[in-house]
């Protein structure tokens, strides 16, 4: 998926929240190269030897839904604006036990457009929550992205740490290459 430079046309779903900050399930976005939904799916993950249901993102090229387009449930800020780079939030979590490192979780929690005029961001509600955030704003430190460290508490033996970043997707995509 190589948007860069193509257009940035509007986003949107179904049943958009009225501040336009929450999609459930999924959101769709449309670009001079293309359409696409992100969506935020449950499943199971083995975590840790430990089953447990997590909100998994997935993109795929998808068209925006009729009944975002008739109920109006769409936001055309930004459009027009040439795409200049294309981000994937990742964030690493360490869990250290009595001083000791016990594991490190790594999830991809968003995408996150560089537009010429400002920025957009869809990320996870939260760990366990199937809904996505919606962000734009003209600088960057201005996005409302999620932020994995705070779905993990702390007491006093299991420390959690870590943190949450933006990745170029070429590179992302090149590490997954190589891994």
Same mark, same amino acid.
């Given at each position: 998926?190589?948007?860069?430079?193509?257009? =940035?046309?509007?986003?949107?779903?179904?049943?958009?929240?009225?501040?336009?900050?929450?999609?459930?399930?999924?959101?769709?976005?449309?670009?001079?190269?293309?359409?696409?939904?992100?969506?935020?799916?449950?499943?199971?993950?083995?975590?840790?030897?430990?089953?447990?249901? %997590?909100?998994?993102? #997935?993109?795929?090229?998808?068209? %925006?839904?009729?009944?975002?387009?008739?109920?109006?449930?769409?936001?055309?800020?930004?459009?027009?604006?040439?795409?200049?780079?294309? #981000?994937?939030?990742?964030?690493?979590?360490?869990?250290?036990?009595?001083?000791?490192?016990?594991?490190?979780?790594?999830?991809?929690?968003?995408?996150?457009?560089?537009?010429?005029?400002?920025?957009?961001?869809?990320?996870?509600?939260?760990?366990?929550?199937?809904?996505?955030?919606?962000?734009?704003?003209?600088?960057?430190?201005?996005?409302?992205?999620?932020?994995?460290?705070?779905?993990?508490?702390?007491?006093?033996?299991?420390? #959690?740490?870590?943190?949450?970043?933006?990745?170029?997707?070429?590179? =992302? %995509?090149?590490?997954?290459?190589?891994?």
């Amino acid at each position: 998926m190589n948007l860069r430079g193509e257009q =940035w046309v509007r986003f949107g779903c179904e049943e958009l929240s009225p501040e336009l900050d929450v999609a459930p399930e999924s959101i769709q976005f449309e670009t001079s190269g293309g359409s696409f939904e992100l969506f935020a799916r449950d499943e199971v993950v083995d975590l840790f030897d430990d089953p447990d249901s %997590l909100a998994v993102l #997935y993109l795929e090229r998808g068209e %925006l839904s009729g009944k975002a387009i008739r109920r109006g449930n769409l936001s055309y800020r930004f459009s027009g604006s040439k795409i200049v780079e294309i #981000y994937v939030l990742v964030s690493e979590i360490l869990e250290v036990e009595n001083t000791v490192p016990t594991f490190t979780f790594l999830s991809h929690d968003g995408i996150v457009f560089e537009l010429e005029d400002g920025w957009v961001g869809f990320s996870k509600e939260g760990l366990w929550v199937e809904d996505i955030h919606v962000s734009t704003g003209n600088e960057l430190d201005q996005l409302d992205l999620y932020v994995a460290l705070n779905d993990w508490e702390s007491n006093l033996e299991i420390v #959690y740490s870590g943190g949450t970043n933006l990745v170029p997707l070429q590179a =992302w %995509l090149e590490g997954l290459e190589k891994s």
